[in-house]
């Protein structure tokens, strides 16, 4: 065998070892863990102080549960669950790869309960993947047209995320965990922009214009 080809066998052969294979069984393992504190379906709770992680980007997940492992963003609440011996690197792909495809619904469509075939712990499961943001004050008229502007080219014309460029949802995210950001944003807690990290996005923007752009995106799960 000439020399080139043997290397790039070698090269090969480590790439596809590199790579995992997402296992739907070892993900719902890990997030029996997750579940303690962003429920069942990853949907979030107490009015956001869990955010809601179903649904992002595979990207995003793992490039967060990073930040969290070396200390870069803090959270406290977390630091447990994502040590290296917690959270190796395979299952943060298998973890981010099962949060990403759990569906969240923002409605239960309405049902017959009398009828025959009823399925009334079908029907609870179900209505336990539902999630609705509430309605947060401000002028949505306003903060459509501030958000299509300023923050649809990243998060998408409706603030779902973009999955290919790992830009999180923000549409479908509890207000108060946004607001909550948006300060460590301000205070370089956390970085928005990476490649950018002493021009924050947000610097330019005032509260009430935030309120109104939050409003709108409260809205469009309506
Ligand atoms: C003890 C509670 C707790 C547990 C258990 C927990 N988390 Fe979290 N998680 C939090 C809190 C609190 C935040 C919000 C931190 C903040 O405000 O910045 C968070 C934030 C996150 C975020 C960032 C979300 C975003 O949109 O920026 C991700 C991703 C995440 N958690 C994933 C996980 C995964 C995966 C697991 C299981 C391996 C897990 N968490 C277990 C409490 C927890
Ligand atoms: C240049 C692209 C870009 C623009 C423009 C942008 N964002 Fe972001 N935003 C991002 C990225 C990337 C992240 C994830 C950062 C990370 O990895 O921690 C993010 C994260 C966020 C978060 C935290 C979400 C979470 O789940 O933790 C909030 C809140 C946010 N952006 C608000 C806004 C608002 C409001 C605007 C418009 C005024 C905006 N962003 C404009 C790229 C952008």
């Given amino acids: 065998m000439t020399k080139p080809i043997g290397i790039l066998l070698l090269l090969f052969a480590w790439t596809t070892a590199a790579a995992y294979e997402y296992d739907p069984d070892i993900g719902e393992e890990i997030n029996e863990e997750c579940a ?19 649904g992002q980007p595979v990207d995003y997940l793992i490039r967060q549960l990073h930040l969290f492992q070396n200390r870069e963003r803090p ?3 977390m630091v447990e ?21 759990i569906e969240l619904k923002t409605k ?13 712990y079908a029907r609870l499961l179900e209505s336990k993947q539902i999630m609705q943001v509430p309605r947060a004050p401000g002028n949505f008229e306003k903060g459509r047209r501030l958000y299509r502007r300023e923050c649809a080219i990243c998060h998408g014309r409706e603030g779902w995320g973009r999955e290919k460029k790992g830009v ?15 300060k460590k944003f301000r205070n370089r807690i956390r970085l928005h922009d990476e490649d950018e990290p002493d ?4 610097d330019d923007f005032t509260d009430e214009e935030l309120r109104d752009i939050f409003a709108y995106l409260s809205i469009v799960d309506d």
Wanted: glycine share 10%; net charge negative.
């Fill in 108 to 120: 239960l469509p309405p049902v017959d309960d009398k009828a025959p075939g009823f399925d009334a």
């Fill in 36 to 54: 303690g504190c962003h429920s069942e379906f990853g949907q979030g709770g107490k009015g956001g102080e869990y955010p809601r992680i179903a």
């Fill in 75 to 77: 959270n406290l609440p």
């Fill in 168 to 182: 999180p949802m923000l549409a479908g995210q509890y207000t108060s965990y946004l607001w909550r950001q948006v």
């Fill in 199 to 202: 021009d924050e996005l947000l």
């Fill in 81 to 101: 669950h994502v040590d290296q011996r917690q959270l190796p690197e395979e299952d943060m792909f298998q973890i981010a790869q099962y949060l990403n495809r």
